[in-house]
């Protein structure tokens, strides 16, 4: 699984290239979205994070050719028990879902 590097304070960063090497491996990738998207201890006392993010972020590793992506969600993030700010709002799930159905079919097209 493939959730970001930090990088500096409270920033974690994704780096599309090692899910292409993990694959290289021969081993199935899943991309987490909504984690890369973290900014651990970004609030102060709690982690931060741009949801926002998480569907670009999906839709890259997808077309890098992962196996699968973990994306949380939630009917109202901000009112979420744990990493609201990450998370996908449920309302939006079914078109993000679809980009990427998009994308894969793209890519993986003969």
């Known amino acids: 699984t493939e959730r970001g590097v930090s990088?500096?304070?409270?920033?974690?960063?994704?780096?599309?290239r090692s899910l292409y090497w993990m694959r290289e491996?021969?081993?199935r990738?899943?991309?987490d979205a909504t984690h890369s998207v973290q900014r651990p201890g970004?609030?102060?006392?709690?982690?931060?994070?741009?949801?926002?993010?998480?569907?670009?972020?999906?839709?890259?590793?997808?077309?890098?050719?992962?196996?699968?992506?973990?994306?949380?969600?939630?009917?109202n993030p901000a009112q979420a028990l744990s990493d609201g700010p990450n998370q996908v709002p449920l309302d939006q799930l079914g078109a993000v879902l679809k980009q990427l159905k998009k994308v894969h079919a793209a890519v993986h097209e003969n």
């Open 7 to 16: 990088f500096g304070y409270n920033n974690l960063v994704a780096d599309m």
């Open 29 to 31: 990738v899943v991309f």
């Open 25 to 27: 491996l021969g081993y």
């Open 42 to 75: 970004g609030l102060g006392s709690s982690s931060g994070g741009d949801g926002k993010l998480a569907p670009v972020l999906a839709r890259a590793a997808v077309a890098t050719g992962c196996d699968g992506i973990f994306m949380e969600t939630h009917p």
